[in-house]
């Protein structure tokens, strides 16, 4: 074999270095691969713990109730303060002329519950609201007779607005919520990927149509199909089709922001941190103090706290959530408009003479 010969093998049989190797390795697909690995690892992590950190061990922060009668009096001012001490200091009191404006207050959704002390102190009537928390009521009903007994006050309780039947442990609304915003943005990332050469304007289209479907669907297979929920039909249907754009804008935005990354922002806003947070599982009031704060200005807690009060509380709705959610979808596309040259989708719609 000649020199030139042995020369040549060598050269090819040498080892490759390190730099080499890397170079390679930030070429192939393996790369991407592993940092998915990587990420995907941290959010199953990421996901357990935030609704662990929020729902596992539910605990009263700030509960505002309402106070009517004698509160005043030694053995009522007794029991207020028992029940202070059983929940650490969380019930947050507020005096009310009368039973029937305590009542108003738990419709407009500004106390949960109503404590009625009667017969100078002896006697209290818990009157709870199922359905403005439902967690927040079986605290208050399990702490209100413990209490009672420790200080001679004999309690009575009762719910004066219970959930509907097919809704007893108040989950529907969260789960009908949920859906609508893991559909919305999953239905963007389709159209990402399926619909790739969608134009600006067809993209938001397209977005708005299957957000009116789904919400239609999901409405009706809940309420007509199962029965779990008698929903205002027309006012539902809005709340979710709206949530539903919103959710699906959002990735649409991250989207033109950082390209094929945008599940990352996504969902950690809308899932790690969005829907533990929305007040549908655990009531806010139970949740840690941040989360109960930063989810009513998220589009899960929106949706969750609009589709509520339509349900239980008709004709006291609040402008809050539906701003909330039409601010979420209008700051998206206004973002994907005015940064849309950066989308990685679209298609050319001018004249064929015009690409020269």
């Known amino acids: ?6 020369g040549a093998h060598g050269v090819h049989g040498k080892s490759p270095t390190r730099e ?54 030694d053995r009522g001012k007794a029991f207020l303060d028992g029940m202070e001490k059983a929940l650490n200091a969380s019930v947050k009191v507020h005096p009310y002329p009368g039973v029937g404006a305590a009542r108003a207050a738990i419709d407009e959704q500004e106390v949960f519950a109503v404590f009625d002390v ?49 809704d007893p442990r108040g989950l529907a609304i969260f789960y009908v919520s949920l859906a609508a915003v893991i559909i919305g943005f999953v239905g963007a990332i389709q159209l990402s990927v399926h619909a790739r050469a969608l134009t600006p304007p067809e993209r938001v ?18 309420d007509w199909l199962l029965g779990a929920l008698d929903l205002p039909f027309a006012e539902s249907w809005a709340i979710l089709a709206l949530t539903m754009f919103a959710s699906g804008m959002v990735f649409t935005m991250f989207n033109t922001l950082v ?74 596309c206004a973002v994907f408009w005015i940064w849309r040259h950066r989308h990685p989708g679209s298609r050319e719609t001018g004249p064929a003479h015009a690409a020269g």
């Open 118 to 166: 009667r017969d100078d102190g002896r006697s209290v009537v818990l009157e709870l609201s199922g359905a403005s928390g439902a967690t927040v009521a079986e605290v208050l009903g399990e702490a209100a007779p413990a209490v009672g007994r420790r200080t001679g006050v004999a309690v009575t309780v009762r719910d004066i607005k219970p959930l509907q039947e097919g």
């Open 259 to 332: 390209g094929r990354w945008a599940m990352l922002p996504t969902w950690g806003l809308m899932v790690l941190l969005g829907n533990p947070s929305s007040g549908g599982a655990v009531s806010w009031p139970l949740l840690p103090s941040p989360l109960g704060a930063i989810g009513r200005w998220l589009p899960p807690g929106a949706s969750v706290n609009a589709q509520h009060t339509a349900v239980y509380f008709p004709g006291h709705e609040h402008a809050f959530p539906f701003l909330v959610l039409a601010g979420w979808a209008l700051v998206s």
């Open 20 to 73: 080499q190797r890397w170079a390679r390795f930030k070429e192939s697909p393996l790369l991407p691969a592993t940092v998915l690995v990587l990420i995907l690892a941290a959010a199953a992590g990421l996901f357990a713990g935030s609704y662990t950190y929020s729902m596992a061990d539910p605990t009263p922060h700030s509960i505002p109730v309402a106070v009517v009668g004698s509160y005043e009096q």
């Open 205 to 222: 289209a397209f977005t708005a149509a299957y957000a009116m479907l789904g919400a239609f669907a999901i409405a009706a297979a809940v």
């Open 1 to 6: 074999m000649s020199d030139m010969s042995r």
